[in-house]
């Protein structure tokens, strides 16, 4: 989004919810068709597992009554065995799919992330949706130095698309979100970086090089990835809204479950270390 579409001040505090209607509008037709397109080869792919899968159990059936039955749980080893009082600020910082456009404010990803940690035992982590329907790397590092106000301990970087569905300069998009990560960390958060993905309507090349920013970043500036902020959500008409972009309720509870919690979890129990480390130091000064 330029400086141009914004209409007034108050929607760059970083709580504000700025619906930009002509953006979404044209993010509709962009990211459309990368769901209508995937939903195809998302079910023949679902098919091919599915006949794999039962040829698998019919061959291993007459072994269960003799082996243990493995399971595989990866958060239980990042799940705090007690509760964690120690009090936490995670920011939400992008565009509309943190905003949760179209969804009830108690539905969108960041509120469903931190009601998912209160009830895993994380009681003073406060997430706060810092997201702008329409936003770009550009309008999001024009609000850097407000949204650092809120002083977060954890940002959740998630930016690009509307970058990439106007045809933005991959150099630029790249720079933008290298600058934001290092301006938060001067600000003392940690941060997460949220993978994108686009459709091949720009180009091969284009879709290739956009896809590349956020693993290049991730590595050079040692930071954690998500590879992909959509995954098992995008092309699925079930999990998304009407307009086929937008994740339904449900869409961003998987969203939190399954994307954002394994990379969340780790940075979030060390930090929660470290304060309650700091605390013990300074009550054993006094």
């Not at 679902?46 to 009554?65: G, L, W, Y």
């Not at 065995?81 to 939400?92: F, G, S």
């Not at 998912?116 to 810092?130: F, Q």
């Not at 090349?205 to 896809?211: H, I, L, N, P, S």
Request: glycine fraction near 8%; hydrophobic fraction near 35%.
């Amino acid at each position: 989004m330029t400086g141009q579409d914004r209409t007034d001040t108050p929607a760059s505090k970083p709580t504000a919810k700025l619906t930009i209607k002509s953006a979404s509008k044209r993010l509709v037709w962009f990211v459309g068709t990368v769901v209508l397109t995937g939903a195809l080869g998302l079910s023949a792919c679902q098919k091919s597992t599915d006949d794999t899968s039962d040829t698998a159990n019919s061959n291993t059936t007459e072994n269960t009554s003799t082996q243990a039955p493995t399971v595989t749980n990866e958060k239980d080893t990042t799940t705090p065995t007690e509760i964690r009082n120690e009090k936490v600020t995670v920011l939400a910082l992008g565009d509309s799919l943190t905003e949760g456009l179209g969804v009830d404010a108690d539905k969108n990803y960041p509120a469903q992330l931190e009601a998912r940690l209160k009830e895993m035992g994380y009681p003073n982590v406060t997430v706060i949706n810092s997201g702008l329907s329409g936003e770009t790397s550009t309008g999001m590092v024009n609000r850097l130095d407000w949204v650092s106000q809120t002083k977060p301990d954890i940002t959740l970087l998630i930016i690009g698309a509307n970058d990439a569905m106007r045809g933005i300069d991959v150099p630029i998009i790249e720079d933008n979100i290298r600058t934001a990560i290092k301006t938060l960390r001067e600000n003392n958060s940690k941060v997460i970086l949220g993978g994108m993905q686009i459709y091949d309507n720009l180009g091969s090349g284009y879709v290739a090089d956009f896809a590349a920013i956020y693993p290049r970043v991730a590595k050079d500036m040692d930071v954690p990835l998500i590879p992909f902020v959509l995954k098992g959500v995008a092309a699925n008409p079930q999990l998304n809204q009407s307009d086929a972009i937008h994740p339904t309720a449900e869409g961003y509870r998987i969203v939190v479950n399954d994307n954002i919690l394994p990379a969340l979890l780790p940075i979030l129990n060390d930090t929660m270390d470290e304060k309650a480390s700091n605390t013990a130091s300074e009550g054993g000064s006094q």
